[in-house]
């Protein structure tokens, strides 16, 4: 594939130190926004669906086997959603196979009975009632970031016992090897399984510099067994036309989905600057953003981690259009086997 356009590595307004913190709170929350809801008749599905669906083809019935920890989270971003829908499909999936399960059991207690009444006797079969009835197949997320987003993440895991954050500051190229034993949930007895790890980074990727890349690359490597880059752009013409859009898109429906938030809508509607940042560093985020092969070449450039690194990873990587015409996501997605 020939890039349309080379990548730059301009700054971001949104990650500068002078911007106010509240307006950077009102632009993630518009970013929340673009990822979770979906704006027929333009878009089938919201973006964050569309990455459930790819998490769930990528990793198949192995998805059980991680603990999800979502680095540069910023006020909790899509991960709620994620843990939502992943864990929804999981229950369903659990409810299937217990009345499978039931099934056959029931079928099996009635043969004995026939068998038992023949003999002149009746018994039941109560090992063959004996089923783990609970469901402890669903998966944790974990939010993390740099600059924690604490209340906004306090009420989202408020709505969940499987989603938890970090309240400390957590850099993303020097992890903390025990992660898991900092979290915060909104139950003080919840305790997450012993499973892999598998790093998120949403939105997220491009704002690395190439150094700064290497080393959440070498880290994650490190500490992971797997990690997956989401962006809801591509390096090309089309992905600048879809966020030139999200300008009127969110002057057109953030009286709705802001409604009460005053300050946000002020800033919207009377000083539109939470739409023009959108839009502005929506442009750099194009711009920064890796195709396959540059994050591959990253990869190359890591130093030794551990041996040869490269010896069980595999790695997967494509896009998908979420919003018609030119409005598509790329995904790269390493997978540690074993």
């Avoid at 012993?194 to 070498?218: E, G, I, Q």
Wanted: proline share 7%.
């Amino acid at each position: 594939m020939v890039l349309q356009i080379p990548r730059i590595h301009f700054y971001e307004i949104d990650d500068q130190a002078w911007f106010p913190s509240f307006l950077r709170e009102k632009v993630q929350a518009c970013l929340t926004l673009v990822w979770i809801k979906r704006f027929p008749p333009f878009q089938s599905s919201s973006p964050a669906t569309l990455v459930v669906k790819t998490l769930q083809s990528l990793l198949g019935p192995s998805i059980k086997d991680y603990t999800f920890i979502d680095f540069c989270s910023g006020a909790g971003g899509p991960t709620p959603h994620f843990e939502r829908e992943i864990n929804k499909a999981l229950e369903l999936e659990f409810i299937e196979q217990y009345h499978e399960t039931t099934k056959k059991s029931t079928a099996s207690v009635t043969r004995r009975k026939v068998v038992n009444e023949t003999n002149g006797t009746l018994r039941t079969a109560d090992s063959d009632n004996d089923n783990n009835n609970s469901n402890d197949t669903s998966v944790d997320f974990i939010l993390t970031d740099i600059h924690p987003h604490i209340p906004s993440w306090r009420l989202a895991c408020s709505h969940s016992p499987h989603l938890h954050y970090i309240p400390h500051p957590i850099d993303a190229s020097a992890a903390p090897p025990d992660l898991l034993s900092q979290i915060h949930s909104s139950s003080s007895s919840a305790t997450i399984p012993h499973r892999k790890p598998f790093r998120l980074y949403s939105l997220a990727f491009h704002h690395f510099s190439d150094p700064l890349a290497r080393a959440v690359l070498k880290d994650t490597l490190r500490t992971s067994s797997g990690f997956a880059i989401f962006e809801l752009q591509s390096r090309n013409l089309g992905s600048l036309f879809t966020i030139l859009l999200l300008g009127p898109l969110l002057w057109g429906v953030s009286w709705y989905y802001f409604w009460g938030d005053w300050v946000h809508l002020f800033w919207t509607y009377v000083v539109p600057v939470t739409p023009s940042v959108v839009v502005l560093d929506g442009i750099v985020s194009c711009l920064r953003t890796r195709e396959r092969g540059e994050i591959l070449r990253l990869l190359d450039e890591v130093e030794e981690v551990d041996g040869d690194w490269r010896v069980g990873w595999r790695f997967e990587s494509g896009r998908a259009r979420h919003t018609w015409p030119f409005g598509e996501a790329t995904w790269f997605v390493g997978i540690k086997d074993g």
